[in-house]
């Protein structure tokens, strides 16, 4: 919808059916989707930010952004700063935020998305969540290739031998992992498995390979809710001779990619979907 209406002798504001008009079908409103762009910026960046900044990081001019600013501070979406002119995001913003926040259940969505997932990484894949076990299976999707292996769900998974574990060791508080990991007879402080929780902790990616298991390798993934917690680890299981264990390889590339759209749904920082 257009910011004002100058056109003479006409009440109501007009719109253009190529723009604006909602269309059938896929087709939206292109107004909205470039004003959007706007919201997106604050979002990603988590600041306020001057006019011209804005304006630039999502690829238009301020002249162009200022009625879109104009309109999205009167309903609340973002707020000028008095003092600085800088523009944030606004009291309705917040509050869709933790609405959908609350709405948000990770397990469910999770669990919906691993049969397209087995199919397409091609192996049984898995979803887990932390409970009084530790990290701990909930649901296992069998792909087209199968593994015999007692995986069900309610299994634990062990901390320090376990693609699923070692996420959770990488990502989750120390104080909760460390006892766990003690009754398996380990520490966080061994220098081999620190290294390699550094190496999880920045490509967010776990591999293991006939660790627990002769003839049997994993690959697991992180999922963060909005306040940056580990929530979710999915994980692929397959054999060693046919599983790829490369972080360039299919299994990984299919795994962390919806490892980052069910983040993204979360709202976890730093993985707003892209523009």
């Excluded at 939206?28 to 919201?39: N, R």
């Excluded at 887990?128 to 290739?145: D, F, K, L, N, Y």
């Amino acid at each position: 919808m257009r910011d004002a209406d100058t056109s003479p002798n006409v009440s109501s504001p007009s719109f253009d059916a190529a723009e604006d008009e909602p269309a059938r079908g896929s087709r939206g409103i292109q107004s909205v989707e470039v004003g959007g762009q706007l919201l997106k910026v604050l979002a990603r960046t988590g600041r306020r930010m001057a006019l011209k900044d804005l304006a630039r990081e999502a690829e238009m001019t301020a002249a162009k952004a200022h009625p879109y600013l104009v309109s999205f501070c009167k309903l609340g979406l973002m707020e000028q700063d008095r003092s600085s002119g800088h523009y944030g995001l606004g009291p309705l913003a917040i509050q869709m935020g933790l609405i959908s926040l609350q709405q948000a259940d990770p397990v469910r969505m999770a669990i919906a998305e691993l049969p397209a997932l087995a199919q397409e990484v091609g192996y049984t894949v898995s979803v887990a969540m932390w409970s009084g076990q530790g990290p701990t299976i909930i649901r296992v999707e069998e792909g087209p290739t199968h593994v015999y292996v007692a995986m069900r769900h309610g299994t634990p998974a062990s901390l320090r031998h376990t693609a699923t574990g070692k996420i959770f060791a990488a990502f989750g508080a120390p104080q909760r992992i460390e006892p766990l990991l003690a009754a398996e007879g380990h520490s966080l402080d061994e220098p081999a498995f620190a290294r390699e929780l550094e190496t999880i902790r920045a490509s967010h990616l776990s591999v293991v390979e006939n660790q627990l298991l002769s003839g049997v390798s994993a690959l697991a993934v992180p999922v963060f809710d909005g306040f940056g917690q580990l929530v979710l680890a999915i994980a692929a299981i397959g054999p060693s001779v046919t599983l790829a264990l490369d972080p360039q390889g299919l299994p990984a590339q299919r795994l962390q990619a919806q490892a980052r759209r069910l983040s993204q749904r979360l709202g976890a920082p730093g993985m707003q979907p892209e523009a």
